[in-house]
């Protein structure tokens, strides 16, 4: 299958699922690669602690805005990445058609990428780590 829209997914679109965009976005800058939220922090900038995480890695998060996950980015993607199992479980019930082709950013490490928010900035440069660790597992498959 070939991979030309990704769409990364978390709960409030601020934390997580910018974060994997935008390492996602420096790694393969010729696809189209998006991020939205569950329950999505709407018209929100990207947490302040994820900012400083990825501004380690030399990437600005600074333009990022939050937005709703809907059926029709779903439908977009090759691929939909998620942070959790539950994430998981609920976009392929409500979303049928999303079924073989949501995944888990840590499906090859069997993980799930704990969400952040609200926590200092250690867990986050935590998430920060373990989510660019999930994308390089994808290389082989994008």
Request: hydrophobic share 40%; proline share 4%; with cysteine.
């Amino acid at each position: 299958m070939k991979i030309g829209n990704i769409l990364v997914v978390c709960v409030g679109n601020i934390c997580r699922s910018p974060m994997a965009e935008y390492f996602l976005r420096q790694k393969y800058p010729h696809l189209h690669i998006e991020s939205a939220g569950i329950s999505a922090l709407v018209g929100h900038p990207a947490d302040q602690k994820a900012i400083t995480a990825m501004s380690r890695y030399n990437i600005e998060l600074k333009n990022h805005v939050a937005k709703q996950l809907t059926a029709d980015l779903i439908r977009q993607a090759d691929l939909v990445l998620v942070m959790s199992q539950n994430q998981l479980k609920h976009i392929e019930q409500k979303w049928s058609f999303s079924t073989g082709k949501t995944f888990r950013l840590g499906h090859w490490q069997n993980k799930n990428v704990a969400d952040p928010f609200q926590h200092e900035q250690l867990v986050f440069d935590e998430a920060c780590t373990l989510i660019q660790s999930c994308i390089a597992d994808w290389q082989p498959y994008i």
